[in-house]
């Protein structure tokens, strides 16, 4: 089984930064990509950032030129650097990756969760 942990969610002002951590463990092969979704309250989850095992990003429009996505592949931990943040940045943020295990198909998996609250 693959669990992935986060960490670093929490309560800042506007124009304030965080820095969410996610590490995998468990049993697997590769994970490809692995990345962040958001939900907030009445939404549907979004997909905020992703990042291949090479190192190539995507976005969101929303969080472009605010939001940094990285990985550590020898720690297994994908990062996602929030500067600028806004009101509307607050949601639960979820960790997620692609992950391919030896005699299995390749499967989704998520992190339970840490929030983000942006106060005005």
């Known amino acids: 089984q693959v669990q992935l942990v986060e960490s670093g969610g929490g309560l800042v002002q506007a124009g304030g930064s965080l820095r969410l951590s996610c590490t995998a463990s468990g049993s697997f092969i590769s994970m490809n990509p692995m990345g962040w979704y958001r939900q907030a309250p009445g939404k549907q989850r979004e997909l905020v950032a992703t990042?291949?095992?090479?190192?190539?990003?995507s976005y969101v429009d929303s969080v472009k030129g605010r939001f940094t996505i990285s990985r550590d592949n020898a720690k297994n931990t994908v990062y996602l650097q929030m500067n600028s943040l806004k009101v509307e940045d607050s949601a639960v943020y979820y960790c997620?990756?692609?992950?391919?295990?030896?005699?299995?198909?390749?499967?989704?998996?998520w992190g339970q969760g840490t929030q983000v609250t942006v106060s005005s």
């Open positions: 997620y990756a692609l992950v391919n295990r030896i005699g299995a198909p390749l499967s989704p998996f």
């Open positions: 990042v291949t095992s090479g190192g190539t990003t």
